[in-house]
């Protein structure tokens, strides 16, 4: 018997509920302390131990059919489940629950494309296909359509869309581009948004909004319910296309690229998500930090300056492409060019320059669609597996950057921690993303990342800043940030999560959403 | 001789933390007629030290690149998931991905080394396992060819287990040709 049970529930219900969907699934997809390969569901890269969130099992099943009868079952029995697509949630809690005993409902054995439209240029999936399983699937079939995929590619289409994740073409905002979902409550009840409500709908994946209340956006960061289909559009492969960086060479440069970056952005002359990662980001991927400094606390000026002149890094560095047809992005690239031409020092790389730069190679691939892991190798610079993202939203403007950029920092250089960070310019704002590297095996340096992403909440918020997204660990923290009126919104999450979900089974305190406070 | 079979239940009672049915080498896999590979970050000289070692005893090593998908995809090609072994040194990032998809694909994690350059430019070896391996291993007597020798003890090593587990920290002087940290691992096959 297993001696790890969700909260609230007894051992012998939760023997029998594990069993009953044993029944389900088979005996090999009820994954719990007793058999093998539980450990696959620990979130062992926060700043916390991996035990604080270690589920009790996992269930996977293959399909609606199966995932309906174990919904029923979990309500029946009062069984929270924790959802994952294809679980690879990292620097925001891996597949891990929000609470050590939940069970995760492991989605990545639903992994069909069950449509591509070549012609309206959209496909759907389920939750547990990959970038790389898409990408590969319009590889083979010489689909001349590209996907839109988060650093790492072996992340979920759907399960990063629904957390409202970003890519790197211009169909990089994945929340924008899904259309159409299917999901499952609590109870068991399948439905389908927009025009998916009609019994013969040929628009489902075309028209986002349907008729009457527009609900999919209840469903991302949420508990509501599951989601085991979505409509993603692809991008049409373009008739030419230019990627370009534009190294930056002193701390200051953010201000002016900042705001040379906005109007540029919304008037669609980028039509990317640009990207304006530090000094630390861009080389992180290509050197260990003890290649130019092996000392205590935050790199030095003067080992930066000499890593910055080794690799040819800017201090700040923009990235983004252009896309179409040759003369538009000629002319585009002219535009852009004339603007950043004003920061003195600013060298311009496009293409084929840079050969052998690691890090340039795989922004590029990103900005084409093509899915690899090479952003995975920032967890070299220090070493020690430990990362979590700090991910506050500001304001396009340099102010804001460089405000945003000065508090997180110090802080990090107080708590001895490197600034490694990019700032990702949306439509109108910017993800600021904070990637917080901490040598996990020292338990002290753990704590100290621990508090450190505590205080930045605070002091962001202090300044009108919120995070877009968060690790398991400051959920319930994060939540309490978007207090106006009262904790107004929370309250009405709460409303609609116990009207949805009455029972509270469906991740239990995702977002600080927990049913049954009032 | 160990059979595919008794190697297996071993390497499973290694992942469960329960005592152990056998003990499972990579030797004594390799002599089951099991696949073994390694996945080596041959760009630093520990790396190439460790390759060395493993040729020796019969083991290929495949180069670790920028792109760590491009060396797991070749592993997914080239054996049924599940029915090998992959022994590796490599950076931390390497590992991570190698570790999450071996877990996915019936693989636990058997063993885990991390060898960590200090402030103080030492390098320390911080390896969890049995007292007798570890001695074994001699890493701190073995200053710049320390990833040679464990490149040659680990093969025959008897791979940790359950309660017997010991973690072991040593620092001995930063090798001439290592510039990151490392950290080595074997992935077994679950029962
Ligand atoms: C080095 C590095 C780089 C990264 N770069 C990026 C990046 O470029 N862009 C980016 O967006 N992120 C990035 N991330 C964060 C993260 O790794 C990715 O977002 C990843 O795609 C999330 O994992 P997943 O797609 O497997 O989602 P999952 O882990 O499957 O799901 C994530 C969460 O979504 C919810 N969810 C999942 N499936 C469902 C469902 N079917 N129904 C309802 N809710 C569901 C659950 O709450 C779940 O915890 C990065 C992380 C690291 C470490």
Not at chain 1, 487 to 492: G, I, S, V
Not at chain 2, 33 to 53: I, N, T, W
Request: one cysteine or more.
């Amino acid at each position: 018997m297993s001696t790890r049970v969700p909260q609230g529930v007894s051992a012998e219900v939760f023997e029998d509920a594990k069993a009953r969907m044993r029944a389900v699934v088979g005996r090999r997809w009820v994954i719990d302390e007793e058999s093998q390969g539980l450990a696959s569901y620990y979130d062992i890269y926060s700043p916390a131990s991996e035990m604080t969130t270690a589920p009790s099992a996992a269930v996977a099943p293959a399909n609606v059919e199966e995932l309906q009868r174990v919904v029923v079952i979990a309500h029946e029995l009062g069984i929270p489940l924790w959802t994952t697509s294809a679980g690879k949630n990292y620097a925001y809690g891996g597949p891990a629950p929000r609470e050590a005993g939940m069970v995760v409902l492991d989605l990545k054995r639903m992994n069909r494309v069950l449509e591509v439209d070549t012609e309206s240029a959209y496909a759907v999936v389920e939750p547990g296909v990959s970038y790389f399983q898409l990408y590969e699937h319009l590889q083979k079939n010489k689909i001349p359509l590209w996907i839109d995929c988060a650093a790492p590619g072996w992340g979920s289409v759907l399960g990063n869309a629904s957390e409202r994740g970003v890519g790197y073409t211009p169909y990089g905002d994945h929340w924008m581009m899904q259309c159409g979902l299917e999901v499952m409550l609590a109870d068991g009840t399948l439905f389908r948004t927009g025009m998916g409500a009609m019994e013969n709908s040929n628009t489902w994946n075309l028209f986002k909004y349907g008729y009457g209340p527009y609900l999919d956006g209840i469903f991302s960061q949420s508990n509501f319910g599951i989601i085991t289909k979505m409509g993603i559009w692809l991008m049409p492969e373009p008739p030419g296309h230019m990627p370009f960086m534009i190294t930056l060479p002193r701390e200051d440069d953010l201000h002016m690229a900042t705001d040379i970056l906005r109007p540029l952005k919304i008037n669609m002359v980028i039509p990317n998500g640009v990207l304006t990662p530090d000094l630390i980001w861009e080389s992180a991927t290509k050197v260990p930090r003890s290649k130019y400094y092996t000392g205590k606390g935050p790199m030095p000026d003067s080992a930066r300056k000499k890593m910055a002149k080794d690799l040819d890094m800017g201090q700040w560095n923009v990235i983004a492409g252009l896309y179409g047809p040759q003369p538009i992005i000629d002319a585009n690239w002219g535009v852009i060019r004339d603007a950043f031409a004003k920061i003195p020092g600013a060298k311009f790389y496009t293409g084929d320059d840079r050969p052998g730069d690691v890090s340039w190679e795989y922004r590029k691939k990103l900005m084409r669609g093509e899915p690899n892991l090479t952003e995975f190798n920032l967890m070299n610079w220090v070493g020690g597996g430990g990362h979590v993202n700090f991910s506050p939203i500001s304001p396009t403007t340099g102010d804001d950057a460089v405000k945003q950029y000065e508090m997180i920092r110090s802080r990090a250089h107080e708590y001895g921690f490197d600034y490694m960070g990019e700032f990702a310019v949306g439509w109108r704002e910017m993800h600021h993303i904070f990637m917080l590297m901490f040598n996990r095996t020292d338990e002290a340096e753990t704590k100290r990342a621990y508090e450190l992403f505590s205080l930045l909440i605070d002091e962001a918020a202090a300044e009108g800043y919120g995070e877009y997204r968060t690790n398991l660990h400051y959920m319930d923290h994060i939540a309490k940030t978007y207090g106006y009126n009262d904790d107004a919104l929370w309250k009405l999450h709460r409303r609609i999560k116990r009207a949805l979900d009455p029972k509270g089974i469906l991740s239990p305190g995702k977002q600080g959403i927990w049913p049954l406070e009032s | 001789m160990v059979t595919r079979r008794t190697f297996l239940q071993g390497a499973a009672a290694t992942g469960a933390g329960a005592t152990l049915v056998a003990e499972p080498t990579l030797a004594g896999w390799l002599e089951a007629g099991g696949p073994v590979v390694a996945v080596v970050d041959q760009r630093v000289g520990s790396g190439r030290q460790f390759s060395e070692a493993l040729r020796s005893q019969g083991i290929a090593a495949l180069a670790d690149e920028h792109d760590p998908a491009i060396v797991l995809a070749r592993l997914a090609e080239e054996f049924a998931p599940g029915g090998y072994t992959v022994i590796g040194l490599t950076q931390m990032a390497t590992f991570l991905i190698a570790e999450r998809t071996g877990m996915d694909n019936g693989l636990n994690l058997a063993w885990r080394g991390d060898h960590r350059l200090l402030p103080n430019g030492q390098l320390q070896h911080r390896l969890r396992g049995r007292a007798e391996t570890m001695s074994a291993l001699a890493l701190d007597r073995a200053g710049d060819s320390w990833a040679y020798s464990l490149g040659q003890h680990l093969v025959a090593a008897r791979l940790p287990g359950g309660a017997e587990e010991q973690s072991i920290t040593t620092a001995v002087a930063r090798p001439r040709q290592q510039t990151g940290s490392l950290v080595s691992w074997v992935l077994v096959p679950r029962a």
